[in-house]
């Protein structure tokens, strides 16, 4: 298939990155790997017998890092796309805002858990408030969501960018979470509008 001009840049730009080199060096399915690393490096959450969902996992870069230090624990994936297979990991490939979905996942940990991260972003569409939105409100659905499944002190890692609707949902992780603070790591692209949100459940719950 030909190539279009700005799809060209994009794949030179990809392969001049120092984070997609050291992927492909280390053996990781995504660049977006070091994301994860760094916000384990500031945040310190994913333990040896954690119980973490990974949302938005495919190609698998963030569940190839939990699978590499969560060993006494459950770790469960979803995407809409297919993900190849990660030692330790039960993978359901299928559209998160699904309610019967969030009722398996439930189901499949049998109870509350640690950690919940979401890398999760729609597709785009060429018109960035657009994608900023529908990202967002993918968010929205994660923070909705975590606060029924995490245990106390729980934590939810997700990503969201930084668009019109931003203070919406730092809002709304202040309403339902304890600690909420903004991240963004250095192999997240400075020219992305993304971020990434840290909250830890309140005590009471
Ligand atoms: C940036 S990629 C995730 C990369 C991943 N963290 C890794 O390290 O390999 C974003 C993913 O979100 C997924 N996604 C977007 N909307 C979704 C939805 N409604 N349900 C499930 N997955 C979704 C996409 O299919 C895509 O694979």
């Given at each position: 298939m030909k190539k279009n001009k700005s799809s060209k840049s994009w794949i030179i730009k990809q392969h001049r990155d120092p984070f997609f080199k050291k992927s492909k060096t280390l053996g990781y399915?995504?660049?977006?790997?070091?994301?994860?690393?760094?916000?384990?490096?500031?945040?310190?959450?994913?333990?040896?017998?954690?119980?973490l969902l990974d949302i938005g996992s495919s190609p698998g870069g963030w569940s190839q890092i939990a699978s590499?230090?969560?060993?006494?624990g459950k770790i469960v994936a979803v995407d809409k796309k297919?993900?190849?297979?990660?030692?330790?990991?039960?993978?359901?490939?299928?559209?998160?805002?699904?309610?019967?979905?969030q009722k398996e996942?439930?189901?499949?940990?049998?109870?509350?858990?640690?950690?919940?991260?979401?890398?999760?972003?729609?597709e785009t569409t060429g018109n960035k408030s657009l994608d900023c939105i529908r990202t967002n409100l993918l968010c929205s659905e994660v923070i909705n969501f975590s606060i029924s499944i995490l245990k106390q002190r729980g934590i939810l890692v997700s990503k969201?960018?930084?668009?019109?609707?931003f203070l919406e949902i730092r809002e709304l992780?202040?309403?339902?979470?304890?600690?909420?603070?903004?991240?963004?790591?250095?192999?997240?692209?400075?020219?992305?509008?993304?971020?990434?949100?840290?909250?830890?459940?309140?005590?009471?719950?």
């Open positions: 399915r995504s660049r977006s790997a070091f994301k994860l690393i760094e916000l384990n490096e500031k945040f310190k959450f994913i333990k040896n017998n954690s119980n590499s230090i969560i060993k006494n297919p993900m190849k297979e990660v030692k330790n990991v039960i993978f359901f490939q299928k559209d998160f805002t699904d309610n019967e979905l996942i439930k189901k499949t940990f049998g109870g509350k858990i640690d950690i919940v991260v979401s890398d999760m972003a729609s969201v960018f930084m668009g019109e609707d992780a202040k309403k339902k979470f304890k600690n909420v603070e903004f991240y963004k790591p250095k192999s997240s692209r400075s020219e992305s509008k993304e971020t990434y949100i840290h909250c830890e459940t309140l005590n009471t719950l």
